[in-house]
């Protein structure tokens, strides 16, 4: 049984604990992605002869796992497995897990390596076996700790990871596909990090394309290295060395030429000319101009330039100073606008990139026909992200939005536009690429009407604004509003009745059935596609049909955006579908039978050892590899559900009024204000004694007998539920064994990932209602009160007051 992708970042995440808290994340990603690599390598060396990479059977992770306990673990894990592996094939070196200083000193450094390579001797985490066809579900486990290890290192130290959105876009709008690269087409990353760029070209372009790269930090060329062989990209060439001062990848003395580039330099490198021959360069790298001292923006950019074929495509992600900055950059930018080689450019958001908060740019280049070149495509996509935690990160629908404008050249208001070179030359704007001068993103101000405050009414103008509804709904506005006088109208309904007004409309119902509608389509088709699953499917290629014939079925609707539906899709699936789809991938709808127990995982003692996991008992305790127990409860077990919620209820209600007693009688004076605690027994030993007091007043009995068998409910209840849900849990768990693969398609596709998308679908169409409601109330209790009504009660005030101090005695 296949591991889930969420199970495996989470197995991956637990072995950080073990370092974290002695290093920085800049350094212990070395030793968690190491110890992955050679889980990995070994896992695949034993199931695939003609696997790239040589792992002798005394350096693989088995020999590895012999050395846990073992005094010299750190230094054998160093001489016997990781320099064997290095020499074999020819990698760089890999971090010293014999290093006192950061795994501690004797039998510290020995608990902390052990534990780190117990948690990845599981078998579970068989590597061999997870990898759907098509798919790399452990290279993208490595993006997925890259990203974290970014997040946890901070300011300056995260900028071995470009974030894989990015990536993404940089991969795509090159122009890059299958049908246009062949073995001998050739990708290159000057500043390649950790490799991620050229893994998203590879994946864009096929993994026949030959992938270069050169990354100046040894310890980060290495990540890159180990990420092309974990992607399976086992024939790139990563170099260590510093890209402007020795370039790796030359011919007859001159810089190699590669048909792509892609690349995310340090921004504002201040050392960029050290070791540098700017005067006489021998790779002409700086005819166009020669970059300030201080700032190695344009010295990357001259040096891509000089590394593209004479049809080649680049994308650059540079900070957005690069456009607009003058002097001996400005001069660069006029030289090279002169020439045509830019294509277009991407303004991104600030606060994307991990070490820097600054906003930054993509410049795509393109030297093949660069000096027919007449426009700059140009994309502002500043707005369009979401928060996540102190980053803002791209969505989905960001990403393909970005990109299909770009890829279509398509001209879309305040987002896009293709800008004539002459524009960009003209002596207003001379050469200066600032995008907002192209490109105005700014949206209307939400203006007050000085004649509505003092008058009243909604202004005409502010109705006419909502166009786009009473295009879809023109009966509707007729319905909502009426004339008051030129240029201003009135709400006709109470304000309370908005919603279900707009809700309730003939022209709405029938937008709803319409949307619907195309839903319905939509889904239909998807699920016949969905049900043709089977083993070997290419997950990948699933979620890109659906997502672009999702796109296709909502482009002309005129309220409900295409990529926010796009948005709902794509999160579903990276939360939970597209663990259901590598799972039938790799085992069939078979895995749908499959149950997990939930397990509290043990903690590391004393001795070093991780305790047993518990069992968590209950429902709570049952996990459905691809079917939650919820849904097996829905379609089978509805009529206990029902027995268990029934009961729930009755103790609901006691608890209430147990609740209700104790408010009520807990006062100073009251029945229960001598009491420590107020529960069961105490309440107990108060009856007995009031009822021997001859003097208790029998309201205050009956109070006390009602606390109690309320409290006797819940108990007797509660006893009850238990066994309920225990006798629930054995049939649900004896169910899961039992579903034939009809059954489980059905559970999937239609209770599953059909409702979830259902009711995305609903949150569209009630975010509709709700925003054209909002913004009517808040135009009517705008101008409701009139500043004439309010002078009118002030003066009304004022003659009240003045009567009120007569009457006291107080004249003037």
Known sequence: MAIKKSELYSSLWASCDELRGGMDASQYKDYVLTMLFVKYIS?????????????????????????????????????????????????????????????????????????????????????????????????????????????????????????????????????????????????????????????????????????????????????????????????????????????????????????????????????????????????????????????????????????????????????????????????????????????????LPANLFYGTGIPACIIILDRENAEHRKGIFMVDASKGFTKDGNKNRLREQDIRKITDVFTTQAEVVKFSRMVPISEIADAKNDYNLNIPRYIDTQEAEDLQNIEAHLQGGIPLVDVDALQNYWNVFPNLRDSLFQPLRNGFIEVTIPITDLKTTIFDHSEFVSFNTDLQNTFDHWMSEQQEQWGKLTVGSHPKEIIAQAGETLLDSFESNALVNGYDMYQHLMQYWNETMQDDVYSVAIDGWKAGNEYQRLVVKGKKGKDGKVAKDKEIGGLAGVEGRMIPPQLLIKIFFTAEQNTISTQEQLVEAAQARLTELEEEHSGEEGLFADLDKVNAAEVTKLLKEKSKDKTTAKEELVILREYIANAEVIKKTNAEIKKLNEALEKAVVAKYATLPEAIIKDAILNYKWKAHLQACLQQEQERISQNLTQRIKTLVERYTTTLISLDNQANESAKKVKLHLEKMGWKW
């Open 43 to 347: 896992d695949k060396a034993k199931k695939d002869d003609s696997f790239a990479i040589v792992v002798p059977a005394a350096a693989s992770f088995d020999a590895m796992v012999q050395l846990i306990g073992t005094a010299n673990i750190g230094d054998d894990i160093n001489k016997k497995i990781l320099n064997v592996i290095k020499e074999e094939n020819g990698l760089n070196d890999f971090p010293d897990f014999n290093d006192e200083n950061k795994l501690g000193k004797g039998k510290d450094l020995v608990d902390t390596v052990s534990n780190l390579v117990r948690i990845f001797n599981d078998n579970s985490l068989d590597f061999s076996k997870n990898s759907a066809e098509g798919d790399d579900i452990l290279g993208d486990a490595y993006e997925y700790l890259m990203r974290h290890f970014a997040t946890e290192s901070g300011k300056s130290k995260g900028q071995f990871y470009t974030p894989a959105e990015v990536s993404r876009i940089l991969a795509k709008v090159i122009g890059i596909s299958p049908s246009n690269a062949t073995t001998q087409t050739t990708a290159y990353d000057p500043t390649a990090g950790s490799g991620s760029l050229l893994l998203k070209v590879m994946n864009e372009a096929g993994k026949g394309i030959d992938l270069y790269g050169q990354e100046k930090e040894t310890a980060t060329a290495n990540l890159a290295h180990m990420n092309m062989i974990l992607h399976g990209a086992e024939t790139a060439t990563i170099v260590a060395d510093n890209t402007l001062t020795r370039p790796a990848f030359t011919e007859n003395g001159k810089l190699k030429r590669f048909d792509y580039v892609v690349s995310n330099p340090p921004f504002s490198l201040k050392s960029w000319s050290n070791g540098v021959n700017i005067e006489s360069d021998e790779f002409d790298r700086f005819e166009l101009g020669v970059p300030p001292e201080k700032n190695g923006d344009y010295a990357f950019l001259l040096h891509i330039l000089q590394s593209l074929k004479s049809t080649g495509k680049a994308a650059v992600v540079l900070p957005h100073g690069v456009l607009f900055r003058g002097n001996a950059e400005g001069e660069i930018r006029k030289n090279i606008l002169k020439k045509g080689y830019i294509k277009g450019i991407i303004g």
